[in-house]
């Protein structure tokens, strides 16, 4: 199945650049990379928070069933999602009701 089938209330959107990935996950956020064919590759929950102590990212991992906080820092050189941006491959779901 490819994101966003049988889901009519969820819009998948492209994340184009980190700044707007920030805008985004102030709440938290589904996060896919989509491989060429439109299939997810791994399904996280991500969220952001900017305070005195920094740029920090949360992310849950459903594969691993794993969480993890990193600060900016880590979060682009020790994940994927900073590199999914940057091909063009990293979408969040986006719920209009909400």
């Not at 990935?21 to 938290?28: E, G, S, T, V």
Request: charge should be negative; glycine fraction near 8%; avoid cysteine.
């Amino acid at each position: 199945m490819t994101l966003g089938e049988g889901e009519f209330n969820v819009r998948r959107v492209q994340v184009e650049s980190l700044d707007q990935f920030r805008i985004m996950a102030q709440r938290p956020v589904e996060a896919y990379v989509l491989l060429g064919d439109g299939m997810a590759h791994g399904s996280k929950r991500i969220q952001y928070q900017h305070n005195r102590n920094g740029r920090h990212w949360w992310m849950y991992d459903y594969v691993g069933n794993s969480e993890r906080y990193y600060t900016e820092q880590q979060f682009a050189s020790s994940t994927n999602v900073v590199e999914a941006i940057g091909k063009a491959a990293l979408y969040v779901e986006l719920d209009p009701d909400s």
